[in-house]
């Protein structure tokens, strides 16, 4: 050992300690702090699907690989982190002797090849995230980007260390080679026989870029180990646990879609018959109250973005971006971490549970943080703005583009219920819902005994649930099918669309109730369980004595569908539940329905989030329309998965929206644009937003919107009377 090699070894032994020590310690307080959250004992289920799960969406990058060269540079980047982590402990045999190499594997000519390979495409992978970080930087002429609060300081140096580190560790190959004492042959290493050639036959070179490559290496650990908040940075290792432990692992997409959380206290569903709000945890009121989950999710945010750019809200003006709440929710829970720890907090009834002496030590901020309210406007010091909150869709783009799992619609509504529930704060106009939830059963405060008006003319009889009992679906007609005049034209065409098919159907009539998911999307989840125990039981009644596979019921409505499907079984009800496009579809590939006169003028499709995105429901509507245009689908640039929503689900249907762009307008624009005289639609709430979106941008005589239910039955009857053009709902 020279010398140099004494030196080398010494600094890369004593930056690495230091390192290792604040590693060591960032990683014990980031535990501490998400260890404050509440339990969450089903996260450790189905351990095997878990992990199968976690390695096919981290290996197999199968949500950023959607974004195309973005997704398959990050891959890049991804496997050059984990693979050449092995050179960076090289490099510690290489600051000894510059001969060094990593014992057993490091004289294989194979390990050589596949990091040569890695290193070059790492280099063209980290190359091609820097010049999109600065393409989409915020202050770039434009306006706002996906990178619009982000921290993008560290991402900028986040990317410097990757390209450093990458090519250091290419100059130590390099100087092998130049010194004549590389192990791998020309056609394993092409590129650092070229760095090599232009390199001096430095003897101690390697040793010396071994320690630049160290310090670099270690300066990127100790920097993230000060920045217990350094999402960029930190993601590489918590994102394998987030993915881990998402809520519903088995799911072929974002596990927060769908059901929600049933409301919890201390880890076990909240049963209201015996709930106590001095007792029990009524939602989120304190950034503590979240789960371990979420407060593990808010540590792994890489801030990339990708929720902001796909959420309606944030795209129309709203305050809300997804991204930036999480980021508050962060930086507020590392805050306050001090004072938690040192035994402060709330209990239930407000009062503070640490003693003076317990938070003499604390400093000034700690304390302050403490007594922040979790929502708030800014005159209150809020962590959240109530306009934040509120402008939720509960749509689910922001949980499907999220490459980590992150579940942001739960805690969205957790923070809700308490807003609701306990604090009577919400929305005016969402009131007078409610209380028609409670008082009718129904949001528009519609008389029950209306709800079978929409059967009236129909030249056959609708059979009720108690009448007949040879039926194979109950066709649960929902609040806007039976009430709202543009949806009981969808209810009639359906109902007409069976009977012609032969299908044995059957409804409840006066029987059925609102499923409840507008209350609990808004947060009530009081009136959604008394409204949704209900209609358990009626269901449960009507299909006494069936197993679940004849338990069939066919909606209309995908908030009713999710509900039904998703949500019920949560309170003993268990339904094979579909919705009405998947019946058509079967129904026109089997023959028992016969498009005989194509529909024509142009047609588009709205995907509705609660059909699409939160149930994975994409290809039934098409094929739908497919057999039933003239013709092809003429698609939305933001369809699919990457539809843009109406802005009426969240219970948003309910209230005004007073900031920003409507976000109906916004989807109407898109689809004016594409030429198509018809939007085709699959739920009531869509049809309703797209169509006061078409009379407001006045070209109503223009464009119309209609679902896909009616589009085929013009097509199968085309002799069947349409009744003119939709009108307003009830109440507009």
Request: hydrophobic residues 40%; negative net charge.
């Amino acid at each position: 050992m020279g010398s140099v090699q004494i030196v080398t070894t010494i600094l890369a032994a004593a930056i690495t300690a230091v390192a290792v020590w604040l590693a060591v310690r960032a990683v014990l307080k980031m535990t501490a702090v998400i260890r404050l959250g509440q339990p969450a004992p089903e996260r450790f289920s189905d351990k095997g699907v878990r992990t199968k799960t976690m390695l096919v969406e981290t290996a197999g990058h199968t949500r950023m690989l959607k974004w195309g060269v973005v997704g398959a540079a990050h891959w890049f980047v991804m496997v050059g982190f984990v693979v050449l982590s092995l050179l960076v402990l090289e490099a510690y045999f290489e600051v000894v002797t510059p001969t060094g190499g990593l014992p057993i594997i490091g004289h294989w000519t194979v390990f050589g090849l596949v990091t040569e390979i890695i290193t070059v495409l790492g280099l063209a992978g980290i190359l091609v995230l820097m010049v999109i970080r600065l393409r989409n930087r915020p202050t770039r002429p434009g306006g706002r980007s996906r990178f619009t609060g982000s921290t993008m300081w560290q991402g900028y140096f986040v990317e410097w260390i990757v390209l450093l580190v990458l090519i250091f560790g290419l100059l130590i190959r390099g100087f092998k080679v130049a010194t004549d004492h590389f192990e791998y042959p020309l056609w394993a290493t092409p590129v650092s026989h070229a760095v090599g050639a232009a390199l001096p036959d430095w003897s101690d070179g390697a040793s010396v870029a071994a320690l630049i490559k160290i310090a670099i290496s270690m300066t990127w650990l100790i920097v993230i180990s000060l920045n217990v908040t350094m999402g960029v940075a930190w993601h590489r290792f918590l994102a394998f646990p987030n993915i881990f432990f998402k809520r519903e692992p088995a799911k072929p997409a974002g596990s927060g879609l769908g059901a929600l959380r049933p409301m919890t206290s201390q880890g076990k569903p909240l049963d209201f018959e015996e709930a106590d709000p001095e007792k029990d945890q009524f939602g989120v009121a304190h950034v503590e109250q979240f789960s371990w989950k979420g407060l593990l999710d808010f540590s792994t945010c890489t801030e990339c973005g990708r929720c902001q750019s796909q959420c309606p809200a944030w795209n129309t003006g709203k305050p809300l971006s997804p991204k930036l709440l999480v980021l508050s929710l962060r930086d507020h829970a590392y805050a306050k971490a001090p004072y938690l720890l040192a035994g402060g907090g709330k209990d239930l009834t407000g009062e503070e549970k640490a003693t003076q002496a317990q938070l003499a030590h604390l400093d000034v901020l700690s304390l302050a943080e403490g007594d922040k309210p979790l929502i708030g406007d800014a005159e209150s010091g809020g962590v959240i703005d109530p306009d934040v909150l509120w402008s939720c869709t509960t749509c689910g783009a922001c949980v499907e583009q999220c490459p980590v799992d992150i579940e942001h619609v739960d805690h969205i509504v957790d923070m809700r219920r308490y807003q609701v529930l306990i604090e009577s704060s919400f929305p005016s106009e969402a009131g007078v819902m409610l209380r028609n939830l409670e008082n009718k059963g129904n949001p528009w405060g519609a008389p029950q005994n209306t709800r079978e008006d929409w059967t009236k003319g129909l030249d056959f009889e609708v059979p009720r649930v108690g009448e007949v009992d040879d039926f194979e679906y109950l066709f649960w007609v929902g609040c806007a099918g039976a009430f709202e005049d543009r949806a009981k034209k969808t209810t009639r065409a359906v109902a007409t669309l069976l009977n012609e098919a032969g299908v044995k159907f059957a409804i409840l009539g006066e029987g059925e109730t609102c499923s409840g998911d507008p209350a609990r999307r808004i947060g009530n989840e009081f009136v959604f369980q008394m409204l949704a125990q209900q209609n358990v039981e009626t269901l449960n009644e009507a299909f006494e004595g069936r197993e679940k596979a004849k338990r069939k019921i066919v909606a209309t409505c995908p908030h009713c569908f999710n509900t039904l499907g998703n949500e019920y079984g949560q309170l003993g009800g268990e339904f094979e539940v579909v919705h009405h496009t998947q019946l058509l579809a079967h129904l026109v590939a089997t023959g028992k329905l016969t498009p005989v006169q194509p529909v024509d003028g142009g047609v588009t499709y709205h995907d509705p989030c609660y059909l699409g995105r939160h149930n994975r429901i994409f290809a039934a509507p098409r094929e739908v329309l497919g057999d039933a245009i003239a013709g092809d689908l003429t698609e939305m640039p933001r369809n699919s998965e990457r539809s843009f929503c109406c802005g009426a689900g969240g219970a948003r249907m309910w209230m005004e929206e007073k900031i920003g762009k409507r976000i109906n307008v916004d989807r109407v624009e898109e689809a004016m644009a594409t030429g198509a005289k018809t939007v085709a639609v699959g739920c009531p709430f869509c049809s309703t937003m797209l169509n006061d979106g078409v009379n407001g941008k006045g070209a109503g005589e223009q464009v119309e919107v209609i679902d896909v239910a009616s589009v085929l039955l013009r097509s199968v009857k085309p002799e069947q009377p349409q009744g003119g053009r939709e009108t307003a709902p009830i109440g507009g």
